[in-house]
């Protein structure tokens, strides 16, 4: 079976989505600073955003690794279990970062203003999901199981910085 980084790659319709609006590109591994997890557990940069976050696997394995998404302001969280969940992330809710509360009312009002800005959005999500043989949820079940991982797992998955031995702030939640 094909890997789906390999996918993306060859991809070029579901790769331009994921950059675009899923603001995920996989040449952007480098997260610029030094970070470990606190349980020792191993971290794999795997791909970043333009804003300088970075996407990680956490611990032993392949693209069924947990992934950690750590921000360039000091935030970090698991957001998903494997590649899979974290692709259906990006394709069906690519504004979960803004999701705060994981309402289905929040998620309305920002897929509301990401189609006004790109009209065919959802035409271009499903083939980018038929093109990497994904199927998809609905946002609101993306972003309750996104709640489900960042906020039930936290104690797990603490991102540190090695050179201050600070710990990174969660990106939600109290």
């Keep these: 079976m094909e890997s789906l980084i390999a996918a993306v790659r060859a991809q070029d319709e579901a790769a331009r989505f994921l950059a675009w609006p899923g603001d995920f590109e996989l040449d952007r591994s480098d997260h610029g600073e ?14 970043g955003d333009g804003s300088g976050g970075t996407y990680f696997f956490c611990g032993e394995g392949g693209e069924e690794r947990p992934v950690l998404y750590a921000d360039s302001e000091g935030g970090a969280a698991l957001i998903a279990v494997g590649l899979p969940e974290l692709l259906r992330l990006l394709l069906v809710a690519p504004w979960w970062r803004d999701c705060r509360e994981f309402t289905a009312e929040e998620s309305r009002d920002l897929a509301a203003e990401y189609v006004d800005d790109m009209p065919d ?14 199927t998809l949820p609905s946002a609101a079940e993306a972003l309750e199981r996104l709640r489900e991982v960042a906020v039930g797992r936290r104690e797990e998955f603490v991102l540190v910085l090695r050179s201050e031995g600070h710990p990174y702030e969660p990106l939600f939640g109290p």
């Excluded at 959005?121 to 994904?134: E, S, Y």
């Design 34 to 47: 030094e970070v470990h997890l606190a349980s020792g557990a191993a971290l794999e940069g795997f791909a």
């Design 121 to 134: 959005l959802v035409a271009r999500r499903d083939r980018a999901a038929k093109a990497l043989g994904l």
